[in-house]
């Protein structure tokens, strides 16, 4: 029996899937996802509430209240805004934006791991650039620049090595690129960046209309399972990217969760603060522990593990933690409370005694 013709491409792509046990009822410690270790705040429930009220209508396809809520938030114009249900949702609508025949995206790797699935859903050929030390590697990828290059992926932080972009490496790196190709820079993890060299891509839209930035609540803002998301770049570009998003994709609970979430900001920051500083105890602990553990500017540490990498996933899994394993390279795991964090620095430091 024949079934019916599907792009070869979808018999080829990896499955997306989740750390075991996370949602099968077995509730490890859940550091393989990079999200928020903490219950929304309660004005963010009221909003959530009173939303639901109003789910017998269809959202405000234009996200105008939001819009306008981060406009004011990020300091730019409404026009320079555009939501999304999560930034994957604005990044599958950047590649239905250049995906033409022939067309070309770079990207740094290790990197976000749906980059790869998403270029060739779109039939857009996908050209991987090493790492330098945990970052992108900016003088590398703009040598890499062709003419059939439509579009170049910057992640900083980067997902999974916690590594960042300079703000003079980027200033830099856009003063090379050609004009015609789109310049995405996905700052997921913004918030959590203490380093004062580090990009800021908000602050260079202005002078540069081939930049888009995205950022989330899916993070810092504790709405991941909400997906909301949103970029940032010139109104003429932003125009013409809306065309390419699902319509109503944003649900009503969403857009009000992120309102009241950007009303309560210095909160949210607080919360991101203590992160931080759990971030650096876990690192410290972890080098400690004998784990040569690059510094993060995000919300999760990089143990470079690489082919002891699914060894370490499977010990965590047997003491009751998920962590992200990218087998033959390393092991992502999500800066949690502070428990959480002592449950894995014990299960690490009990993992190095076994294996020497
Ligand atoms: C978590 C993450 C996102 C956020 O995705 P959403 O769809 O907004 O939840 C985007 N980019 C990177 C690199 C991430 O790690």
């Known amino acids: 029996m024949t079934g019916p013709w599907l792009r070869p491409v979808l018999t080829e792509l990896p499955?997306?899937?989740?750390a075991p046990g996370l949602y099968s009822g077995a509730a490890p410690i859940p550091l393989s996802a990079n999200e928020s270790l903490h219950e929304p705040l309660a004005g963010i429930g009221r909003a959530i509430a009173a939303a639901a009220g109003a789910v017998n209508r269809y959202p405000d396809p234009g996200c105008v209240r939001l819009t306008?809520?981060?406009?004011?938030?990020?300091?730019v114009d409404t026009g320079t805004v555009m939501v999304g249900a999560g930034s994957v949702a604005l990044l599958q609508a950047l590649f239905h934006a250049i995906a033409e025949p022939g067309a070309q995206v770079i990207h740094g790797w290790p990197s976000f791991e749906l980059y790869p699935s998403l270029a060739a859903l779109a039939g857009v050929t996908g050209v991987r650039v090493?790492?330098?030390?945990?970052?992108?590697?900016?003088?590398a990828i703009a040598a890499r620049i062709t003419?059939?290059?439509r579009m170049v992926l910057l992640c900083s932080p980067n997902n999974p090595t916690g590594g960042v972009i300079s703000a003079d490496a980027l200033r830099a790196f856009l003063a090379q690129v050609p004009s015609r190709c789109l310049v995405v820079l996905d700052e997921a993890y913004h918030e959590y960046v203490r380093d004062p060299a580090a990009c800021d891509g908000v602050r260079l839209l202005s002078q540069h209309p081939q930049l888009v930035v995205l950022r989330t609540f899916s993070k810092a803002y504790g709405l991941a399972g909400l997906r909301v998301g949103y970029l940032l770049g010139a109104p003429g570009v932003v125009s013409l990217l809306r065309k390419a998003l699902t319509v109503y994709a944003v649900s009503t609970v969403a857009q009000a969760a992120a309102v009241?979430?950007?009303g309560l900001q210095d909160q949210l920051l607080d919360r991101v603060a203590q992160t931080v500083g759990e971030r650096e105890r876990t690192r410290d602990g972890l080098l400690a522990a004998g784990y040569p553990v690059p510094g993060s500017q995000a919300n999760f540490l990089w143990l470079p593990l690489k082919d002891r990498a699914a060894d370490f996933g499977q010990w965590c899994r047997h003491r009751s933690i998920a962590v992200r394993v990218f087998p033959g390279e390393g092991v992502r795991v999500t800066?949690?409370?502070?428990?959480?964090?002592?449950?894995l620095l014990s299960a690490a430091a009990h993992w190095r005694q076994a294996v020497e």
Do not use: C, K, M
């Not at 499955?15 to 989740?18: D, I, L």
């Not at 800066?335 to 449950?343: E, H, L």
């Open 15 to 18: 499955q997306y899937t989740p």
């Open 260 to 262: 009241a979430a950007l």
């Open 68 to 75: 306008e809520a981060i406009a004011r938030a990020r300091g």
């Open 147 to 149: 003419a059939r290059t």
């Open 130 to 139: 090493a790492l330098r030390d945990g970052a992108f590697d900016l003088p």
């Open 335 to 343: 800066v949690g409370s502070p428990s959480d964090n002592d449950a």
